[in-house]
């Protein structure tokens, strides 16, 4: 079965740009996770959505990340203005439930803020 | 959820068993005990989970405490492409299925 597809792979801007994230689950999985990476730490969930419908945000900041998931399948976030801390890898999951026990992770953006 | 310790780096020979020790003193009684790996540019793969049982599959064992305080990933035979970032996770199953990653423990297998 195909994984979770993400693209791009890299991008590099510059601070104060725009920048924005596609992800692919797998097929038929109903939850989705975005989560950020910065180099040395363990992955950090952002977003979790449950179809289209957003399950937890807490840890999103919202006054410069947004993400969406219109049609319950896939999803891009979304960074506007980007600052220097961004840089991160963005990672997206998705499980075919919320309280599924495996989550399967795509390969990642690595974003570049310079 | 529980927060979890663990190494930060461990050796481990090719062909060997590497044990992958984490503590998780504070966790409570609906939480389980998560493992993921992840390798080098790679996102997180799953590897294992349980409650207060042993637990194996295909990849590894899980071995946890009595108390249920600590556990120990067994990876039988450890294999070069077995070198990869090793989190281990604590979470009950209600509400949002959010995964706190720690800083995990960074295994080398040598050759």
């Known amino acids: 079965e195909a994984g979770v597809a993400q693209s791009p792979r890299y991008k590099i801007i510059e601070k104060r740009q725009s920048v924005a994230f596609w992800c692919n689950p797998i097929?038929?999985?109903?939850?989705l996770y975005w989560y950020q990476q910065i180099l040395g730490q363990g992955p950090k969930l952002l977003i979790q959505?449950?179809?289209?419908?957003?399950?937890?945000d807490s840890q999103l900041p919202k006054d410069r990340f947004s993400a969406e998931r219109l049609k319950g399948v896939d999803s891009t976030l979304k960074i506007q203005p980007a600052k220097l801390e961004d840089s991160a890898v963005y990672l997206c999951?998705?499980?075919?439930?919320?309280?599924?026990?495996?989550?399967?992770f795509g390969p990642g953006t690595r974003l570049t803020v310079l | 959820d529980a927060k979890t310790t663990q190494p930060p780096s461990m050796d481990c020979a090719e062909g060997r068993a590497a044990n992958l020790p984490c503590n998780h003193s504070?966790?409570?009684?609906?939480?389980?005990v998560y493992w993921y790996r992840q390798i080098h540019s790679q996102g997180p793969q799953y590897i294992i989970h349980?409650?207060?049982n042993n637990e194996t599959n295909e990849m590894a064992s899980l071995i946890i405490t009595e108390d249920r305080k600590s556990s120990t990933l067994i990876l039988p035979h450890a294999t070069l492409r077995d070198t990869a970032v090793y989190y281990c996770?604590?979470?009950?199953?209600?509400?949002?299925?959010?995964?706190?990653f720690g800083t995990g423990t960074r295994l080398t297998v040598i050759p």
């Open positions: 999951a998705s499980s075919v439930a919320q309280t599924e026990n495996e989550q399967f």
């Open positions: 959505f449950q179809n289209n419908g957003v399950v937890d």
């Open positions: 097929s038929g999985h109903a939850t």
């Open positions: 504070t966790i409570s009684g609906n939480e389980y």
């Open positions: 349980g409650l207060k």
């Open positions: 996770i604590v979470k009950g199953v209600a509400g949002a299925n959010n995964l706190f």
